[in-house]
Structure formats: C-alpha cells, structure tokens
C-alpha cells in the first residue's frame, strides 16, 4: 500500500510540474512586422524569352540611394543588334515583392554590354534581387 502512495504522489508531482510549464509567457511583441509596400503596382505577368535569358546575366545586388540596384551583363548571342528588356523584383527574405525595376540595353551582335536597374523604394536590411524576366526586340 505504501508503494502505491509514493507513485501517486510521484505522479501528481510530474502533473503538477508539467501543467505550471504550460502557463504562457507575460511578455508580449514589441509591435507589428511589416514589410514596405512596393511604390507601383508590381506587374503580374512579364515578358520572359528563355534563349534571352540566357544572355542575361544578374552579378550585382546591393543598396543604392534611397533604394536598391541589380546589375550585370548582356552578351547578345544573336547574329543582329538586339534590345534586351530585363525586368527585376526586388523582394524580402520572405520573398515578398517590395518593388521592380525595368531597363533596356542595346547590344550590337556578339557583343556585351553591362546594364543596371533601380527602384526608389523604402528598402529593408535585407533585399533579394530577382531576374523576373527578359525579353529580346
């Protein structure tokens, strides 16, 4: 009989222990998380040819002055004077479209030019550069 009692009483010990663990926590979040809205209406559908794609290459992302820039080279693959149209989101870690960038590059063919794009944008820490598409004219 004594035995039971002991494990009974263990019993209700570990209960109580594990049900005082369970309480919630009185602190509370500093504020909301937000992320910056893009400053236009980020287009929903992009002209994207996968042979100019190709041509594109995207080798810089950094902040810029009041926003953020994406830059790189086009080496014109074609046999004719191309102009290339590459279309860049800037997103959040999340992946969260904070804003876009459009550029156009002419590029004699055989050539390689570099091409920058940039957005005004209220940018966090933290920015992805994203080659969302590029079209050949």
Known sequence: ??????RTALCVSVLVTAVAGCTSSSSKPTGPISTPSPSGPVPQSVANDVSARRDVMLTTCKA??????AGGTVKNSTTTTSTYK???FFTSMQATDLDYAATSV?????????????????A???VLCVLRGVARG
């Open 106 to 122: 002419k590029v004699a063919a055989g050539e390689s030019k570099p091409w920058v794009a940039k957005a005004t944008f209220a």
């Open 1 to 6: 009989m004594q035995q039971f009692g002991v």
């Open 124 to 126: 966090p820490k933290h």
């Open 64 to 69: 810029a002055a009041g926003g953020w820039s």
């Open 86 to 88: 590459i279309t860049i």
